[in-house]
């Protein structure tokens, strides 16, 4: 079953409003999650790393004010995406390392499609 | 700098060709090398770890493989629905993961 679960799956937005969406661990404890987007049949793209207690940590290019990233519990990460526009219509997955007998294993959530209209 | 490398970009396959994707790497203390599947508007699905040269793993027709350099996915008369992306991707020190560009299989019926 699965190990990491966001939602919504779609969303359809208006220009200039903002949509949140939420990435769960659901058996396990994630102080550190991780969001990407990825463009059609391109790679994952790293955003960033989202932090348990503390502030996110973007990866270059990433704008901090537009791609807000708030991990409010051990279980939970959101990423809000701010006056959006039609360019920041993407697949936007998460994932969070479990500590498994021999190390950690990214799982990743399901995905995210953001049509901005 | 840490670097995964996959080929080929996209390969396609007669129904029960064998074949084999690849997975270079050059990283600083390889903490894992992972496999993943990713369907077309879906989150990647976790196949494999691999942690040491030498290491095998093996899952349906998808065996996994890794050495010092490299990792192969090797797929045994594959099936229409293999068809998919394939990710790679290493661990370096700490939650550091670099992922490569994936491998787009498509098996013929």
């Known amino acids: 079953g699965a190990v990491v679960s966001q939602h919504p799956s779609r969303v359809i937005c208006k220009s200039g409003t903002s949509v949140k969406i939420e990435c769960r661990s659901l058996d396990f404890q994630a102080t550190t999650m991780f969001w990407y987007r990825q463009f059609p049949k391109q790679s994952l793209m790293l955003m960033a790393t989202?932090?348990?207690?503390?502030?996110?940590?973007?990866e270059q290019g990433v704008e901090k004010d537009k791609f807000l990233i708030n991990h409010a519990s051990l279980t939970l990460s959101t990423l809000t995406v701010t006056s959006a526009h039609p360019e920041d219509s993407s697949f936007y997955i998460c994932s969070a390392p479990r500590q498994g007998a021999s190390g950690n294993t990214i799982y990743f959530g399901e995905g995210s499609w953001l049509t901005v209209v | 700098e840490d670097q995964v490398t996959q080929s080929p970009e996209a390969l396609r396959l007669q129904e029960g060709e064998s074949s084999s994707l690849n997975c270079s790497y050059t990283?600083?203390?390889?903490?894992?090398l992972f496999w993943y599947r990713q369907d077309p508007g879906k989150g990647p699905e976790f196949l494999f770890t691999l942690y040491s040269a030498g290491e095998e793993k093996e899952k349906e027709r998808l065996k996994a493989t890794l050495t010092k350099k490299e990792s192969f996915l090797h797929i045994t008369a594959p099936k229409p629905e293999d068809s998919a992306t394939y990710l790679c991707a290493v661990r370096s020190g700490t939650y550091k993961y670099i992922f490569g560009t994936g491998t787009r299989l498509k098996v013929l019926a």
């Open positions: 989202s932090n348990e207690g503390s502030k996110a940590t973007y």
């Open positions: 990283v600083s203390g390889l903490r894992g």
